[in-house]
């Protein structure tokens, strides 16, 4: 079974850079064909996508959000990451760290998420 875990700092100051990496078990991130996604949801809000890293380290973001978004990836620890720039309070979500196939809008894991503040 795939385990995802995010980590990172759970509070950022304005105009700082939020990263998190999401630790993956059980699964190699190198495998084909599998995106590795980033996902967040604003307190009352739905799900945003941010951006995927794929199976061939090829990345794509959300047009939104790409010129603050880099996602990046370790194979020899079997891990990806995200980095968020110059964040503002909006930015403030739980981040979620997802498996998807390529070709397919399904998600079949879910790390458990990780709450990320915005703030002074």
């Known amino acids: 079974q795939v385990q995802l875990q995010e980590s990172g700092p759970g509070l950022v100051k304005p105009s700082q850079t939020l990263s998190l990496t999401c630790t993956v078990s059980g699964g190699s991130i190198t495998a084909d064909y599998y995106g590795w996604s980033w996902i967040r949801q604003p307190p009352g809000k739905g799900l945003e996508w941010i951006g995927v890293?794929?199976?061939?380290?090829?990345?794509y973001h959300s047009p939104s959000l790409e010129s603050r978004t880099s996602i990046s990836r370790d194979t020899s620890k079997n891990q990806f990451s995200l980095q968020l720039s110059s964040v503002t309070p909006e930015d403030t979500a739980v981040y979620y760290c997802v498996r998807h196939t390529y070709h397919s809008d399904y998600i079949d894991y879910w790390g458990q998420g990780t709450q990320v503040t915005v703030s002074s």
């Open positions: 890293i794929r199976y061939d380290g090829i990345t």
